[in-house]
């Protein structure tokens, strides 16, 4: 096999440029089956109003709130305004927390809406009891029924306002797509729909304009803004063959694209996708926050039971009824319910502006366990691609000459190795050539400036009758692919390509170093490859010559050892590796069957981005614990003082008061859940 041939099959990788990630939020637990967030904000915000608006009166002119203050209503009649209304608000302002205790009910789930439900019912009904005199008058709660349908109402506008924010990364996606397009048809340009446009038709993106779907340049040249898609902060330059994502920007010059791909099979579309699936997956720390409202039910039904069986013992029904229905309004698990989805939504929404896509909330929450990151070595830690490493000139001639000769003879060949060459000759003046010959398994030859000019490996050097450079046993040894340059016949220099590596690597590795973190490479490729990468990175430690059947088990390998391990790959031989770990990280230049697999998509191609996760996943997890302390911590505290445990010391929480301060408890969860927004997850900074 020639070394041309070598590096075809070497490292000749098919990219997928900038695939799918992304977040959508997810239904919040025990809201009663919400679908989403986007409508209900608006629909508590007017319900909020409304409800407020009808609650002054019912709470002014009620008779006992009347008492409370001191002062008298003006007439008998009046009297009846507050139950009307406080009817009309049972009905209506209520009806959000009855619909969704019914539904918590049937599906055997009970929590905080059937608290809330259970609490007003009884409220409502003691309350005309009370009103039509048959119970006590003190048993009078249409103000403290009006407050706390209000109160909860807003907390919930509140909660649905700040969940809401958190799909703003969908809307960004969806905001990409620019609203018309311009087709080529003849010599001439058609303003369609994006929606319209069909594979193979060739659009025109003019400068500062955005691609209205994924294609490959046909004509032009220009540098597009990807920054939305991957995170890239510098425009990435893009020319003929080149491919597209729609709604990047040509920030510079105007393109002909001929589209590859629409509607959903666009790489922004899958984006959209994983945002939605990444909002949707179940997490086990959420699972963990619907057990504690779960149990909290219960604990506010036998606390509740306690309360009304204690205070009638002690000859008091009326402050049993009192103290019970206090108890089941302080016990509602509002903050609980709202401390992981807003977390963990926020989080996915942060991460997804950084570039690094959530598809799995469990990968997300796993990742600051983790202690070994392995990484895949080509088209991870190297860039797939061979790249001109070294270059040795012989026999009087100079390395840029060197390098130009190779190049002005390659210069006509399509090749990825004459690529790399042409690439590396970008700084030099390359001459003019003519009579281009390739040859398979041998090289290429052409004529620059008179005299016949051949590059090409170890069949080359045979046939013309000449021996290599000394220095290839060298570049051979650390795994290098060899060229030869001939003039005439005669070897003036060598070549040193590889498969170049990142230099964002290095950075990412160090960084990693520094956290504790151990770093494994895995590669199909030989020893003597593999080992001058590790060497060159500072890599703890490698697996050289791995078939793509055994990553997985390498993986494994190292979970046996009691490692818990994030894979970030980016190759089809990376899927089953990145569905073994305990955190699949897909490189997002990588393949559709390797993101599939993976919990984490790197949009962009930096490795580095995997410190990103990593600090993303403590800090997230740290607002996780501080959200469930304060909510579940408030209940247990405020229940036992709603059953009245402190009345023989004359301290009683009135029920007003307790749901003030339950409400209270949710903005502080949502609030800090909001210092998640001023988290700075760049890598570049991370790595620094």
Same mark, same amino acid.
């Given at each position: 096999m020639s070394q041309h041939e070598h590096m075809m099959s070497h490292g000749d990788h098919e990219h997928v440029d900038h695939e799918q990630g992304g977040a959508e939020h997810s239904e919040h637990a025990g809201h009663g089956g919400h679908a989403g967030?986007?409508?209900?904000?608006?629909?508590?915000?007017?319900?909020?109003?409304?409800?407020?608006?009808?609650?002054?009166?019912?709470?002014?002119?009620?008779?006992?709130?009347?008492?409370?203050?001191?002062?008298?209503?003006?007439?008998?009649?009046?009297?009846?305004?507050?139950p009307v209304l406080g009817t009309v608000m049972y009905a209506w302002g209520g009806a959000p927390f009855l619909t969704g205790a019914v539904q918590e009910l049937r599906s055997r789930a009970p929590g905080m809406m059937l608290l809330i439900a259970l609490a007003i019912t009884v409220a409502f009904f003691a309350s005309w009891?009370?009103?039509?005199?048959?119970?006590?008058?003190?048993?009078?709660?249409?103000?403290?029924?009006?407050?706390?349908?209000?109160?909860?109402?807003?907390?919930?506008?509140?909660?649905?306002?700040?969940?809401?924010?958190?799909?703003?990364?969908?809307?960004?996606?969806?905001?990409?797509?620019?609203?018309?397009?311009?087709?080529?048809?003849?010599?001439?340009?058609?303003?369609?729909?994006?929606?319209?446009?069909?594979?193979?038709?060739?659009?025109?993106?003019?400068?500062g304009g955005r691609a209205p779907a994924d294609g490959r340049v046909v004509q032009g040249t220009a540098s597009m803004d990807e920054a939305m898609i991957t995170g890239e902060s510098q425009p990435v330059r893009r020319s003929e063959g080149d491919h597209v994502v729609a709604g990047t920007v040509a920030t510079?010059?105007?393109?002909?694209?001929?589209?590859?791909?629409?509607?959903?099979?666009?790489?922004l579309a899958g984006i959209q996708r994983l945002v939605t699936e990444a909002q949707n997956s179940s997490s086990r720390a959420q699972r963990i926050a619907d057990r504690a409202a779960a149990l909290l039910f219960w604990f506010?039904?036998? /606390? *509740? !039971?306690?309360? %009304?069986?204690?205070?009638?013992?002690?000859?008091?029904?009326?402050? $049993? +009824?009192?103290?019970?229905? #206090?108890?089941?309004?302080?016990?509602?698990?509002?903050?609980?319910?709202?401390?992981?989805?807003?977390?963990?939504?926020?989080?996915?929404?942060?991460?997804?502006?950084?570039?690094?896509?959530?598809?799995?909330?469990?990968?997300?929450?796993?990742?600051?366990?983790?202690?070994?990151?392995?990484?895949?070595?080509t088209g991870t830690l190297t860039k797939g691609a061979p790249a001109v490493t070294g270059?040795?000139?012989?026999?009087?001639?100079?390395?840029?000459?060197?390098?130009?000769?190779?190049?002005?003879?390659?210069?006509?060949?399509?090749?990825?190795?004459?690529?790399?060459?042409?690439? /590396? *000759? !970008?700084?030099? %003046?390359?001459?003019?050539?003519?009579?281009?010959?390739?040859?398979? $398994? +041998?090289?290429?030859?052409? #004529?620059?400036?008179?005299?016949r000019v051949q590059v090409g490996g170890p069949y080359l050097l045979e046939q013309e009758g000449v021996t290599e450079l000394p220095v290839a046993d060298e570049w051979r040894a650390e795994g290098a692919i060899i060229l030869h340059v001939l003039v005439d016949g005669r070897v003036v220099g060598a070549l040193r390509l590889a498969d170049e590596v990142r230099s964002e690597s290095r950075q990412a590795i160090a960084a990693l170093h520094a956290r504790g973190v151990q770093v494994v490479m895995i590669t199909g490729d030989a020893e003597a490859v593999a080992a001058s990468v590790a060497s060159e990175l500072g890599i703890d430690r490698y697996f050289a010559g791995v078939r793509p059947e055994d990553k997985a088990a390498t993986v494994k390998q190292l979970q046996d050892e009691g490692r818990r391990v994030a894979m970030v790959g980016d190759g089809v031989n990376d899927a089953p590796a990145l569905a073994q770990a305990d955190v699949g990280v897909a490189i997002g230049a990588g393949t559709d069957v390797a993101i599939a697999s993976a919990g984490v998509i790197l949009a962009s191609d930096d490795p580095?981005?995997?410190?990103?996760?990593?600090?993303?996943?403590r800090a997230s997890y740290r607002k996780m614990k501080q959200n469930l302390w304060w909510a579940a911590g408030y209940n247990l505290i405020s229940v036992p003082l709603a059953a009245g445990v402190l009345a023989p010391v004359g301290f009683v929480l009135p029920m007003s008061v307790g749901a003030i301060l339950m409400s209270l408890s949710t903005i502080v969860v949502a609030l800090n859940a909001q210092w998640l927004r001023r988290l700075d997850i760049r890598p570049e900074r991370l790595a620094a």
């Open positions: 967030h986007g409508d209900h904000v608006g629909q508590f915000r007017r319900l909020f109003w409304i409800m407020l608006v009808v609650a002054i009166p019912a709470v002014v002119f009620s008779n006992a709130f009347a008492m409370l203050l001191g002062y008298q209503l003006p007439s008998a009649w009046v009297m009846w305004i507050s009891g009370a009103t039509l005199g048959m119970l006590h008058h003190e048993l009078e709660f249409w103000w403290e029924l009006a407050l706390l349908i209000v109160i909860m109402l807003l907390g919930h506008w509140i909660e649905m306002r700040s969940l809401a924010q958190t799909t703003s990364a969908l809307d960004s996606l969806a905001a990409l797509l620019p609203d018309e397009a311009e087709r080529v048809e003849g010599e001439s340009t058609v303003t369609v729909a994006p929606a319209e446009l069909r594979v193979g038709d060739v659009v025109v993106i003019r400068p510079d010059s105007g393109l002909r694209v001929e589209i590859t791909a629409i509607g959903d099979d666009t790489a506010a039904l036998a /606390a *509740a !039971a306690i309360t %009304a069986l204690v205070w009638t013992l002690i000859g008091m029904p009326d402050q $049993a +009824v009192v103290r019970t229905i #206090t108890v089941l309004v302080i016990a509602c698990p509002h903050a609980l319910g709202l401390a992981i989805p807003l977390v963990v939504s926020i989080a996915t929404e942060r991460a997804a502006r950084s570039g690094v896509l959530v598809k799995d909330r469990l990968a997300l929450e796993s990742m600051r366990t983790v202690d070994t990151v392995l990484f895949d070595k270059i040795h000139p012989v026999d009087g001639i100079d390395g840029d000459r060197l390098i130009a000769l190779a190049a002005s003879a390659e210069a006509d060949s399509e090749h990825p190795l004459a690529r790399a060459i042409v690439q /590396a *000759a !970008a700084h030099v %003046a390359v001459p003019s050539s003519s009579g281009f010959a390739s040859s398979p $398994a +041998v090289g290429v030859r052409a #004529t620059v400036d008179g005299h580095r981005a995997v410190l990103s996760i990593m600090e993303l996943s």
